[in-house]
Every structure is written in structure tokens, then in C-alpha cells.
């Protein structure tokens, strides 16, 4: 009924956000003290007889607004890629990329909500721009955001390549 797994040569990797709070708390302080807070609380949440079978715990240093930029960057061009398939270009202005990862960012949930924030303000309505047939093929689509007149607001303009 069961079947016999072969794990040899095998990484498995599992992420937490236990001692995430206590990560924040302790920015600056040395790595080796925050590990040892970190493997503390992993012992208040897991059994030890879980927690003997891992053979390593990698606590990773919290993101900075500089992480997330760069996170966002990188998401950014994967949509770029995906329109590039339809023959449309994205120009994300800086300023716009700076506004997602701040509404893209937690200090609990890391860079997780960034994905969520490129869909929500740019994504779905240049979904919508496009289903109303607002940029044609070959089109640049510039994305910006005045941080001053309308934060938050994400503006599209288009012109022909």
C-alpha cells in the first residue's frame, strides 16, 4: 500500500518565519547571537526529536528596503519578459519600482507580499489597459508613480515603438 522513498543525495529545504520578531529585534547584533536566539525559539515550536533529524538550520539576516528593491527589480522583469511575448515593452521608472517595494514589503512576511503588490498595482490594471485595447503591439508602456501629487497611484503611458 506504502512506498519506499530513496531521500539519499537529497536537500530538502524548509523555510519559517519562527523567530522572524526576533530577528527584527536583534538587527546589528552579532549573527552567532541571533542564531542562538533563533534555535531557541525553534526548540520552543518543535519537538526534539524533529529538530535532531535537520541537519542544518540556516538563519538568514532580515531584508532591507535595498533587498526588496532589488527583489522587486528581478519580479519586475520577469512581467517584462512575459509582455515582451507580446510584442509590448515595460519601462518601470525607478520611482515606481521604489513605490512597490514599499506597499511590497513586511517586516513579518518579508518580500512575500511583493508579488502580490506587482499584481495588484500593476499587473491587473494593465490587464485591464490592455483588454480595452489601450496599447497596441509594439507598444512601450511606461509605468510611473508621483510619490508627492498621488502616492500610491501608478500611472501607464504608451507610445509606439
Do not use: C, W
Request: aromatic share 6%; net charge negative.
Amino acid at each position: 500500500q506504502g512506498r519506499t522513498v530513496d531521500f539519499k543525495n537529497t536537500v530538502i529545504v524548509m523555510t519559517s518565519n519562527i523567530g522572524s520578531q526576533l530577528i527584527q529585534s536583534m538587527v546589528g547584533q552579532d549573527s552567532d547571537e541571533i542564531k542562538e536566539a533563533v534555535t531557541g525559539e525553534l526548540k520552543n515550536y518543535f519537538r526534539p526529536e524533529f529538530l535532531n533529524r535537520i541537519d542544518e538550520t540556516v538563519v538568514f539576516h532580515a531584508l532591507d528596503a535595498k533587498h526588496i528593491e532589488a527583489i522587486a527589480a528581478i519580479q519586475v522583469a520577469v512581467l517584462q519578459q512575459r509582455l515582451a511575448r507580446m510584442d509590448l515593452t515595460l519601462e518601470v521608472s525607478p520611482a515606481a519600482l521604489a513605490e512597490l517595494a514599499k506597499v511590497g514589503f513586511d517586516p513579518v512576511f518579508g518580500a512575500r507580499p511583493l508579488k502580490r503588490a506587482i499584481q495588484q498595482r500593476i499587473e491587473n490594471p494593465l490587464s485591464k489597459l490592455l483588454l480595452e485595447g489601450k496599447f497596441a503591439p509594439k507598444s512601450v508602456i511606461a509605468v510611473d508613480v508621483d510619490p508627492i501629487q498621488a502616492p500610491g497611484q501608478f500611472s501607464f503611458a504608451g507610445s509606439a515603438a
